[in-house]
């Protein structure tokens, strides 16, 4: 009996970190749903997957509007169940606390926190339902080390990871997997093109994030990587 696909749905697929994880878990033969704001930039993903004879199903989503996540989780679920979650979408201002606008903060925890806090809700009772599955969330060395110009973002991050930390407890026992993946300075578009030119060589490539996610993904029997952080070799910006 041929073996199902696992739906793995990822959460700001546009680029990154995200774009590599949606290439990586196509590559290993899942359903991928691929989600972000710009469609445009997910088209490309798939443009870029055609020449390895590869696709993912993209999904536009707006996470920090619960009622968009709803509506997506309806629609992939339609077509599959979802096994896997990738909570990756995130933004950040890189500004000082007395200079970030109200506009900025509210922005950035909607997003950070609050949308991948809908996205887990979205997904809990169809893997509740089902036996299984697993939270994979992207946070990031904020929760670990203390950095200026980085307040409200830390604020986001470090919410998630209280939430998440309490949620793995209480869902253990419905066989559901709570993944946190910690990652150093990785160069992606949430960095400036002067500070990743600058500092491109000793940062974090994203494919190798994406390559983390998928390992800890495909482990097997009843381990689960709960907490993984990689930092560049030689240390944080």
Known sequence: MKREQPGVWITGASSGIGKSAAIEFAKTGAKVFASARRVSELDRLNQELDSEKLSVEIFPCNVASQSNVDQTVKRISAISKIDCLINNAGITSFKLAED??????????????????????????????????????????????????????????????????????????????????????????????????????????????????????????????????????????
């Open 100 to 237: 970030n606008s109200i506009n900025e903060i509210n922005d950035i925890i909607n997003t950070n926190l609050l949308g991948s806090i809908y996205t887990i809700k979205s997904v809990l009772p169809q893997m509740i339902a089902n036996g299984g599955g697993t939270i994979i969330n992207i946070l990031s060395v904020v929760t670990k080390k203390t950095f200026t110009k980085s307040s409200v973002y830390s604020a986001s991050k470090m919410g998630l990871l209280g939430y998440t930390n309490s949620l793995r407890e209480e869902v253990r026992k419905y066989n559901i997997k709570v993944i946190n993946i910690i990652p150093g300075a990785t160069s992606t578009s949430i960095w400036s093109k002067e500070i990743r030119n600058q500092f491109e060589s000793r940062m974090l490539a994203s494919e190798d994030i994406a390559r983390v996610l998928v390992w800890s993904y495909l482990q097997k029997s009843n381990m689960v990587s709960e907490e993984i952080i990689v930092r560049p070799i030689e240390g944080d910006l």
